[in-house]
């Protein structure tokens, strides 16, 4: 008798699952596709701005440690895989220019970032007013 109780309970929730399920139509699983593209590139991106991030604090230390050089000093500055002996003024237009730079792109991933994030959540409005709460996009 237990048995029977189960599985009409069973039975009842399918029946409830099922008559509240939402047909997945094409365009609803481009939308679900293009919001997990979308969600890898910007989980790619971020972890690219972290490494900027630290490069960045990276350079601002050197650049610390050059203000305490002594101007006659030759510096060892790495360009590439090789060191190169360079005086102190040249050592720090090349340290600004390389933080200038990453800067830039530190910038241009925000940028990418944000506009990646607008149409997630664009998507995600789209889709909960489908699906409700029978879709996770939650990140």
């Known amino acids: 008798m237990a048995s029977m109780n189960l599985s009409r ?6 029946d409830e699952a099922n008559s509240d399920e939402v047909e997945v ?7 679900i596709n ?8 910007h989980l790619a991106l ?3 701005l972290s490494l900027k991030s630290k490069e960045r604090e ?3 230390d050197l650049s610390t440690e050059l203000e305490l050089a002594d101007e006659d000093e030759k510096i060892q500055y790495k ?3 090789a060191f190169f002996h360079v005086p102190l003024e040249q050592a720090q237009a090349m340290l600004e220019a390389a933080t200038t730079e990453i800067d830039k792109h530190t910038e241009n991933l925000e940028s ?3 506009s990646i994030h607008e149409e997630m959540t664009e998507l995600k409005v789209d889709l909960y007013a489908r699906f409700g709460k029978q879709i996770n996009l939650e990140v």
């Open 112 to 114: 990418k970032m944000s």
């Open 58 to 60: 990276e350079l601002d």
């Open 46 to 48: 971020t972890e690219e």
């Open 9 to 14: 309970r069973m039975l009842s929730k399918e």
């Open 79 to 81: 360009i590439g895989d």
């Open 25 to 31: 139509r094409r365009e609803d699983q481009d939308k």
């Open 34 to 41: 293009r919001f997990s593209r979308l969600h890898q590139r």
